[in-house]
Structures are given as C-alpha cells and as structure tokens.
C-alpha cells in the first residue's frame, strides 16, 4: 500500500511537470504565431504602398480643433490608384455637388515620398494631389496592421484628418461621387 501511493504521487508530480513544460510551448507557438501575422499584415501593407494601389477607408475624420466624428468608410475615403489621388468627403444625410453629400476631388499626384520606420515597421507617406479645385498635401501615418491616418491641408488654413484602415482598391468598398 505504501508504495502504490508514492507510485501515485511520482506519477502526479510528472503529470504538473509536464503539464508546465506544454504550458509554456503553447506561449511560445502563440508568440511566435502572432509575429508571423504581424509579418505578414507588414509585408500586405507595404506592398499596397509600394505599388501605389490603396484606398483609406475613413471611420472618423477629425477638424483641426481636434473634434472627431464618426463617418461612413463607403463615401470618407482618400484612394491612391499609380499616378492619380481621389480624396472624398460625403455625408448620410444631406446631398452635395458630388451626389453623396460632400466634395470629391480627383486629380494627379504630383509629389511621392515615402519613408518606413523599420523599428516599429510603420510607414509615413506625403504625397502632393493637384486637382481642379486645389491643390492638397496629404501625410499619411500607416501601421502594419492597416490601420492608418491621413492628415489633408490645402491652401486655406485648417486641416481635416481621415482616420481609418487601408486595403488594396479591388477589395475597397467605397462609392465614389462625381468630381468636380
């Protein structure tokens, strides 16, 4: 009998033993699992940017008095499609000159800068769109995650900032309005 319990307790002290060991495998795929997502939203994102070929979809733009509000991504977004920029403003309730309620302005990008981050693996883009209602400077600020802002000043004083996810133009839900 004395022996079948320090058979017992061999055995259940092995059991915890192991148990710990798997325990902190486990953390460790899960680590090492979540780095290769990060890895990879990273490299989706950068080549969106590098091949020009994106559109932010806005959830909130904020005013230069830092009010936020909370925006349908289908008609707040700012596109990038190779050599030309559609920055669209629209609104639910009201109609506007575009048709969705605000200003779309669609014209020729005529500055590109890009610079990465390689310590937080974020990218900061400034790109230059001449249209036929202005001239913009836009700074995008993108996270490997997608998740990206846009700040747009023009020639008049003031700035609106589009804060929202980026994805690739042929998974893009947005509707563009009519440009003026």
């Not at 290769?36 to 559109?55: C, G, L, R």
């Not at 559609?86 to 500055?111: F, L, P």
């Amino acid at each position: 009998m004395k022996k079948l319990v320090i058979f017992l307790a061999f055995v259940i002290s092995a059991n915890i033993a192991f148990a710990q060991i798997n325990d902190k495998n486990a953390s460790l795929s899960r680590k090492e699992k979540r780095k290769a997502k990060i890895e990879k939203q990273y490299q989706s994102v950068k080549d969106m940017i590098e091949n020009k070929d994106f559109v932010l979809e806005a959830n909130f733009l904020q005013d230069r008095y830092g009010r936020r509000y909370p925006v349908n991504n289908g008609i707040n977004f700012v596109s990038v499609d190779s050599t030309e920029a559609v920055i669209q403003v629209g609104s639910n309730t009201r109609i506007g000159a575009n048709g969705v309620g605000g200003v779309t302005a669609k014209g020729k990008i005529t500055s590109w800068k890009l610079t990465e981050n390689k310590r937080k693996n974020s990218f900061g883009l400034r790109i230059n769109v001449m249209t036929p209602i202005g001239f913009y400077d836009v700074f995008f600020s993108i996270l490997p995650s997608g998740q990206a802002t846009a700040q747009l000043t023009g020639l008049r004083s003031g700035s609106l900032t589009f804060d929202g996810n980026i994805v690739p133009i042929e998974n893009s839900t947005v509707y563009e309005g009519q440009s003026l």
